[in-house]
């Protein structure tokens, strides 16, 4: 499955709209400007994507998964290294957590808070433009390799071959950049869906 | 895995909705589900216990009759938000709590419970019906980490106040040293008048105590100032193996003086490097220096080799060889092998931890290998060029 330039360029929009929604909503919850933007922007298999992880990340993983529903299904994963994890909720909080370096339980729940936000206003803009009502199951934190990411990234079979759209994310807070991964599992089906929703409203 | 999108038809009577709130009471937690009004429609034992509050008297009423002060508050926002169909994670770090509840025993006078919830949309044929909050107590993890962080500010402060308090006593050595030192030395040379030998040679043991005694609070006063971050490293083009060459120097006398061999290896060609050199020569003078002085016999050997990122420098003595146990521990403050040796070859014992802590400026690092009875060896790799700015040095 290919998506035009176009339609990668749309795609690219709906991300940045989502992002930048959630940006506007952790600004509100920590009272300090959180900027996230998006530089880089891909579409690969599943194969592909263990592949161009390992390019881009090491060690343990700090995820986030929640899992959604509706006419557009799958999984969508907040991915962080576990140092840059630590950082962001560090940060996020004014220092107030990450002690020595850990993700203790307090640190866990606020990436799992900012993971909620990140992946639920993405999710939200994707379902705006579909104009489908997407739900959401309980985010789950999770500190696993990358292996262990690809084996709990979970879809339907029903939704056809999964694709991953992932999505380079860029947390700026605090005069600091911290770097993590969005990445949205969903079935070939549900794809073409977001392609088709794209060309209408591009074709518009 | 469920979908969070299960059609769950909550408010009609029916077996799924008792079930569901009857399951919610087996949890230790609080279950709370609220219609699209914001009606209580459900309130399970464990808020019951926690309230004081018991489900007749709540299931029913509009949640903010039940918590006024939840008017305009973030939590009477996340019900609209899930109330709208998005899933909700409030972490006790951004949020404190969902519900007004007073803390349970152990947290006197009119505590709040500290809480983290997650908030979900309950659906029916695909329209909004309620949502459900699921709230846990944090009050006593909360509590339990604030010590935490209480106990590891105050072992922060405690080690700051102490490299601070070494600096500052390291100065004031120093400068009644200072003084000591250049008034024996006008002595010595005769500059206010002559003295006997045997004066002259009394004044040259006063000036030897000095200057081992400078050496001495120069080692914790470059220790203090490591351990405290302040020591800064300022890299210029060197060339090691001529850094190497003039430590050997100072050495060698009392090598030859205890008889020992003293060996060098040097590359054919000068090495083209950027780093600090006078850490490096520190390093290094203080390896060869140790080399020398607990090797009674036999040689010392110091070989220096460069590849394309890093030279390498190796001492080697036939000394008294270092216990594998205390391998490691060489490197840490205050630590000689044998305590004894303390009294006997002098020495702060800092020697060694400050070369290692000087080696992780550079960039490199310094390790050690010994056999009991056949000597050491010492290997320091510093790199050819002087680590980014930010990237990790230390250790």
């Known amino acids: ?204 | 895995m469920s979908m969070g999108a299960a059609a769950i038809p909550l408010f009609q009577p029916g077996p799924p909705a008792e079930a569901l709130l009857h399951a919610g009471d087996l949890l230790d937690a609080g279950v709370l589900a609220v219609d699209t009004a914001l009606v209580v429609r459900g309130w399970n034992h464990w808020l019951e216990g926690a309230s004081g509050w018991s489900a007749e008297a709540v299931v029913g009423r509009p949640l903010l009759d039940v918590f006024p002060e939840l008017a305009g508050s973030r939590a009477e926002a996340a019900f609209g938000r899930a109330l709208e169909g998005e899933t909700v994670v409030l972490a006790h770090r951004f949020h404190e709590y969902l519900l007004p509840l007073p803390a349970g025993a152990g947290f006197p006078g009119f505590a709040r419970m500290q809480q983290s919830a997650r908030l979900v949309p309950l659906f029916s044929a695909g329209q909004v019906e309620g949502a459900v909050a699921v709230v846990h107590d944090v009050s006593e993890r909360v509590a339990r980490e604030a010590e935490l962080r209480t106990a590891m500010d105050r072992a922060e402060v405690a080690s700051q106040a102490k490299s601070e308090f070494m600096a500052g006593m390291s100065h004031e050595l120093r400068t009644p040293l200072a003084a000591i030192m250049g008034y024996s030395d006008l002595l010595e040379g005769e500059v206010v008048g002559p003295l006997s030998e045997r004066q002259k040679e009394f004044m040259r043991r006063i000036n030897a105590g000095a200057r081992h005694l400078t050496g001495i609070i120069e080692e914790i006063l470059t220790f203090s100032r490591i351990e405290a971050g302040r020591e800064g490293v300022y890299p210029e083009p060197v060339d090691p193996a001529a850094i190497a060459a003039d430590a050997l120097a100072l050495v060698e006398p009392q090598g030859n003086e205890k008889g020992l061999v003293i060996l060098a290896v040097f590359p054919e060609h000068p090495i083209e490097a950027v780093s600090d050199a006078g850490k490096l020569r520190q390093i290094l003078v203080n390896l060869l220096g140790n080399a020398v002085k607990f090797t009674d016999a036999g040689e010392v050997e110091l070989r220096v080799r460069a590849d394309a990122e890093a030279v390498t420098f190796e001492i080697r003595d036939t000394g008294p060889g270092i216990p594998p146990e205390y391998l490691e521990r060489v490197f840490e403050p205050f630590t000689q092998v044998d305590a004894s040796s303390t009294r006997a070859k002098g020495g702060t014992g800092l020697g060694l931890p400050v070369s290692r802590r000087l080696a992780r400026l550079l960039g490199g690092d310094l390790e050690v290998e010994s056999a009991v009875g056949r000597g050491s060896r010492f290997t320091l790799i510093v790199p050819l060029a002087p680590p980014a700015p930010g990237e990790d040095a230390g250790e």
């Open chain 1, 1 to 204: 499955m290919n998506l035009s330039e176009m339609e990668t360029d749309a795609l690219n929009e709906l991300f940045n709209i989502g992002l930048h929604r959630a940006a506007a909503s952790l600004s509100d919850l920590t009272g300090q400007r959180v900027d996230v933007d998006l530089p880089r922007l891909w579409v690969c298999s599943m194969e592909e994507l263990k592949d161009r992880l390992l390019e881009v990340v090491t060690g343990d993983l700090a995820t986030v998964h929640q899992f959604f529903g509706g006419p557009m299904a799958g999984d969508a994963v907040l991915l962080l290294e576990y140092e840059k994890a630590v950082m962001l909720a560090d940060l996020m909080t004014g220092g107030e957590v990450a002690l020595g370096g850990r993700l203790d339980q307090s640190a866990r729940e606020v990436i799992t808070e900012i993971g909620n936000v990140v992946l639920s206003s993405c999710l939200g803009a994707f379902g705006n433009v579909l104009r489908v009502a997407v739900s959401f199951s309980v985010p789950r934190i999770h500190i696993e390799s990358l292996d262990g990411m690809m084996r709990s990234v979970v879809i339907d079979s029903d939704q056809g071959v999964p694709y991953a759209l992932v999505a380079a994310t860029r947390f700026g807070l605090s005069e600091l950049e911290i770097s993590g991964y969005l990445i949205v599992v969903i079935g070939v089906k549900s794809l073409e869906l977001v392609s088709q929703a794209l060309t209408e409203r591009l074709g518009a």
